[in-house]
């Protein structure tokens, strides 16, 4: 590694530095910028099938997925899943989502919950706003 950093001249080690400093400042940046969601989208296979609001709590949603049924819970204006079919249970690991681009996808069983913005039809990205 020493001799690696040592091949590189003071430019190359700038510019590093810049890339690193420029990936920090956009990750914070869209980080900051997102702002809390008030509906869910739930889709199964890519069709819509339902849409919540995250203001009221649900205990529990069951979601017919491809390969069996997918159990998701609204509360405190976050979602997450409790119950999933798929073998290695990743889409349970995703946690609490409530920012509005942010998503829960269980890939065996195709269903995708995606956190949207305050109404239909306004869902920014980063670019837009």
Do not use: H
Not at 26 to 37: C, F, I, L
Not at 41 to 55: D, F
Not at 57 to 72: F, Q
Not at 82 to 102: D, Q, R, T
Request: with cysteine; hydrophobic share 45%; aromatic share 6%.
């Amino acid at each position: 590694m020493k001799k690696i950093f040592a091949l590189l001249t003071w430019a190359d080690k700038l510019l590093i530095l810049g890339l690193i400093m420029a990936t920090g400042f956009s990750y914070t940046w869209v980080r900051v910028m997102q702002t809390e969601g008030n509906y869910v989208i739930i889709r199964v296979s890519n069709k819509e099938i339902a849409r919540y609001p995250l203001a009221r709590d649900y205990e529990s949603i069951k979601i017919a997925g491809v390969s069996g049924t997918a159990r998701l819970e609204i509360k405190d204006g976050r979602i997450r899943m409790i119950e999933a079919p798929c073998p290695n249970k990743i889409c349970l690991g995703m946690g609490w989502i409530n920012k509005s681009g942010e998503l829960i996808a269980c890939v065996p069983n195709q269903v995708v919950v995606s956190v949207a913005g305050a109404t239909a039809g306004e869902e920014l990205d980063g670019i837009s706003r």
